[in-house]
């Protein structure tokens, strides 16, 4: 299982981003995915999740009506989009395999992260 992570920067609050997870070594199509993020000094904090088909998204709270999940099977990419950013988002994302609900954080396969600052 490979899981890349791509996409991050610094961008001023309000700004936004797309953030990509490109996917191998597995059956894309058969596994929910998800994000994570750890902001410095916390804690990792389950952020979003899909379903295998894509038809279904997850969001945790703060993130909702902001930040969209998606996913394309054919290239087995899974997305995140940052809309609306605050200084609150700042930290690192990663995306993971599987989904066993929002309180989970601690996913077996998991990228190796892409940074997002939000800053003024």
């Known amino acids: 299982v490979q899981l890349v992570d791509s996409g991050g920067g610094s961008v001023q609050p309000g700004g936004s981003l797309r953030l990509s997870c490109a996917a191998s070594?597995?059956?894309?199509?058969?596994?929910?995915m998800t994000w994570v993020r750890q902001a410095p000094g916390k804690g990792l904090e389950w952020v979003s999740s899909?379903?295998?088909?894509?038809?279904?998204?997850y969001y945790q709270y703060s993130v909702k009506g902001r930040f969209t999940i998606s996913r394309d099977n054919a290239k087995n990419v899974l997305y995140l989009q940052l809309n609306s950013l605050r200084t609150e988002d700042t930290a690192m994302y990663y995306c993971a395999r599987d989904f066993f609900g929002s309180e989970y954080v601690s996913y077996e396969y998991r990228g190796q992260g892409t940074q997002v600052t939000v800053s003024s």
């Open positions: 070594g597995f059956t894309f199509s058969l596994y929910y």
């Open positions: 899909i379903n295998m088909d894509g038809t279904i998204p």
